[in-house]
Structures are given as structure tokens and as C-alpha cells.
């Protein structure tokens, strides 16, 4: 009985453009750095959303942090996401 090229070549394919999309992207990064000021203030802000209009500056300010644990089986897992982001519009 003859093997089924067609559908393995399409699998084939299709992972082999997944692949390379990933090899691209992996190439096109940059190292980073840790900033422990940023971590620091990350590591500082309660939990919850939070937004501030400074009324010295022309912009918006927000914060926002999740933490909770996890309980997988007999395992735990904290899951900790935090993020400061600013929204600033100037006539230039």
C-alpha cells in the first residue's frame, strides 16, 4: 500500500512555517536587561487598577496588579502579574 505523501507534506509545511516565523522572531530580539528600580516599584504597587491624573503633567497615569495562588494537584504556583503604563499627548 503506496504511503500518503499529501497530507504528511502539508503538515510538513505548515510546521516548517511555524518554525520559521519563530527562528525570525527569536533572531529580531534584543537582550534585555533588569532595571531593579522598575522591579522595585512593580514589586511595591497593591493589587487591583488604579489610575492618576498628575495636575502638574499633561497625562495619565496606571497601574494595575494580580496575585493569587494557584493549587494544581499537591502543587502551588503564585502567579504574579504587575503593570505601570502612562498615556501622554503633546502639540509638538
Known sequence: M???LVPIAGVALRYGAVALVAYGVKRALR???TDQQA???LDGMDEGLAFHRPADRGQT???ARVRRVIRIGG???EFDAAALGR???RRV
Do not use: K, Q, T
Open 2 to 4: 503506496p504511503l500518503p
Open 31 to 33: 537582550p534585555g536587561r
Open 39 to 41: 522591579e522595585d516599584a
Open 61 to 63: 497615569n496606571a497601574a
Open 75 to 77: 502543587a502551588a504556583f
Open 87 to 89: 498615556f501622554r499627548l
